[in-house]
């Protein structure tokens, strides 16, 4: 069984793993992405009490807040067009997802290196990983 996962890349680029094929997020899925988000059962695993006092769970006007239409169709402003992969070191379910997709451990980000390269995040424990696109993906 492969699983099609929608995530912000190059609208006219998908990345194929094993078990995982990634797609860009079309404006059609943002409700989606966000019924995903904060109503999943791995939600309490990414924010909210218990773990995640420090970061709870958005409501839809922040959510589309932080997630411009621009994430979601290639004729915004660029963000969200990018991969950059960056979760809490305390999202082990996550990180095992990424890896599986072929997304390698480049190293720890202190929240000082964070803010610098990406600005302000929530987390104060995050890692970045990559995946390498050749032109045969």
Not at 5 to 12: E, M
Not at 49 to 68: A, L
Not at 84 to 98: D, G, L, M, V
Request: glycine content about 6%.
């Amino acid at each position: 069984m492969k699983f099609v996962t929608i995530c912000a890349i190059n609208q006219n680029m998908n990345i194929f793993g094993d078990k995982v094929e990634l797609r860009p997020a079309r404006k059609s899925d943002r409700g989606k992405i966000y019924d995903w988000l904060t109503q999943s059962d791995l939600t309490s695993s990414i924010m909210g009490p218990p773990d995640y006092p420090d970061h709870p769970v958005p409501s839809w006007d922040e959510f589309c807040k932080d997630y411009t239409l621009s994430f979601f169709n290639s004729s915004g402003d660029g963000k969200g067009r990018n991969i950059i992969i960056s979760p809490s070191a305390r999202n082990k379910r996550a990180i095992a997802a990424y890896r599986k997709a072929g997304f390698k451990y480049i190293s720890t980000i202190n929240k000082a290196e964070q803010q610098k390269e990406f600005g302000v995040n929530e987390f104060d424990d995050n890692i970045i990983m990559m995946k390498k696109i050749t032109a045969n993906e």
